[in-house]
């Protein structure tokens, strides 16, 4: 039991130190994000009003809970990855798996939620007269 968990942490420590996949995320992170934290920082320094009040607010709406930029942060750094190093064989292959796993995990709720649908409305547990 100890030797999978060594191993799988070892797999997602490999995958997420990767420089490759670290260079990605940050350059996505300062495409989605970063700007703001600069702008905060320069807007006042520069005497920018401007720039301080569209950088504060973008930073007050990253802190809402339905915000999507970390999606968004991934999807770039993805894409970014791919384009960058399409030879990284081996982390594009570890995203492979992972979205195939979610395929399969997807496809199997879905038939079961299904066959669940399909068994509804009958016997009398439904409500109806036994």
């Given at each position: 039991?100890?030797?999978?968990?060594?191993?799988?942490l070892?797999?997602?420590?490999?995958?997420?130190?990767?420089?490759?996949?670290?260079?990605?995320?940050?350059?996505?992170?300062?495409?989605?994000?970063?700007?703001?934290?600069?702008?905060?920082?320069l807007?006042?320094?520069?005497?920018?009003?401007?720039?301080?009040?569209?950088s504060?607010?973008?930073?007050?709406?990253?802190w809402?809970?339905?915000?999507?930029?970390?999606?968004?942060t991934a999807?770039?750094?993805?894409?970014?990855?791919?384009?960058?190093?399409?030879?990284?064989?081996?982390?594009?292959?570890?995203l492979?798996?992972?979205?195939?796993?979610?395929?399969d995990?997807?496809?199997?709720?879905?038939?079961?939620?299904r066959?669940?649908?399909?068994?509804?409305?009958?016997?009398?547990?439904?409500g109806?007269?036994?």
């Amino acid at each position: 039991m100890f030797e999978k968990i060594k191993a799988a942490l070892k797999k997602a420590y490999q995958f997420l130190l990767n420089p490759h996949l670290v260079l990605c995320v940050g350059i996505a992170w300062l495409i989605t994000n970063g700007w703001s934290y600069i702008g905060a920082a320069l807007g006042p320094v520069l005497g920018w009003d401007w720039l301080t009040a569209v950088s504060a607010a973008y930073l007050a709406m990253l802190w809402f809970p339905f915000t999507p930029e970390k999606i968004l942060t991934a999807l770039i750094a993805i894409w970014l990855l791919r384009k960058l190093y399409p030879d990284d064989q081996r982390t594009l292959q570890v995203l492979r798996d992972l979205k195939q796993k979610v395929k399969d995990k997807y496809s199997e709720d879905m038939a079961r939620f299904r066959s669940r649908k399909k068994g509804d409305g009958e016997g009398p547990s439904e409500g109806g007269t036994p």
